[in-house]
């Protein structure tokens, strides 16, 4: 499997958005968040067929702002994938920043317009998500009690 490059990765989005229809957003901030949720979903998906691949192990990689896939990332998207599907559920609002950022490539003033908010509830919400993130990435591989375990440690 080849490396998704950003461009390659906006096309699919951008196909996937249209498809046989005409997409109808509301505003900007409407077909931001779409797209930012797209490519989480195309990222996600090619990861879990990179790591159906390989069948490795958990494979440690760092967190960056950004999150260019390549199959050595595999493991990564699919584990930032499983922790904002908790973090959906404990804190919308953090699980929408943290995608808008790793996914949507936004800055904290791009989220703050998109969800109407001020830049500097962006940037505290953004450090207290970052850090329950990490630490939900550096526990050790899942097993059928992690998400109990997630729920306990929620921000």
Same mark, same amino acid.
């Given at each position: 499997?080849?490396?998704?490059?950003?461009?390659?990765?906006?096309?699919?989005?951008?196909?996937?958005?249209?498809?046989?229809?005409?997409?109808?957003?509301?505003?900007?901030?409407?077909?931001?968040?779409?797209?930012?949720?797209?490519?989480?979903?195309?990222?996600?998906?090619?990861?879990?067929?990179?790591? #159906?691949?390989?069948?490795?192990?958990?494979? =440690?990689?760092?967190?960056?702002?950004? +999150? /260019?896939?390549?199959?050595? %990332? $595999?493991?990564?998207?699919?584990?930032?994938?499983?922790?904002?599907?908790?973090?959906?559920?404990?804190?919308?609002?953090?699980?929408?920043?943290?995608?808008?950022?790793?996914?949507?490539?936004?800055?904290?003033?791009?989220?703050? #317009?998109?969800?109407?908010?001020?830049?500097? =509830?962006?940037?505290?919400?953004?450090? +207290? /998500?970052?850090?329950?993130? %990490? $630490?939900?990435?550096?526990?050790?591989?899942?097993?059928?009690?992690?998400?109990?375990?997630?729920?306990?440690?929620?921000?």
């Amino acid at each position: 499997m080849q490396t998704l490059n950003p461009t390659a990765l906006v096309h699919e989005a951008w196909l996937r958005m249209v498809g046989s229809r005409d997409p109808d957003f509301d505003s900007r901030a409407h077909f931001l968040g779409v797209a930012a949720r797209l490519m989480r979903q195309i990222l996600v998906d090619r990861a879990r067929a990179r790591s #159906a691949e390989k069948r490795s192990g958990g494979v =440690r990689v760092p967190l960056e702002d950004d +999150l /260019a896939f390549t199959g050595e %990332r $595999a493991g990564l998207v699919v584990a930032l994938d499983e922790a904002l599907g908790i973090l959906e559920k404990l804190d919308p609002e953090r699980a929408k920043i943290l995608e808008l950022k790793y996914f949507g490539g936004m800055t904290a003033e791009e989220s703050a #317009a998109l969800l109407g908010v001020p830049v500097h =509830r962006i940037n505290r919400q953004m450090r +207290l /998500a970052q850090a329950w993130l %990490r $630490a939900q990435l550096d526990r050790e591989p899942k097993n059928e009690n992690s998400a109990d375990r997630a729920l306990e440690s929620a921000p």
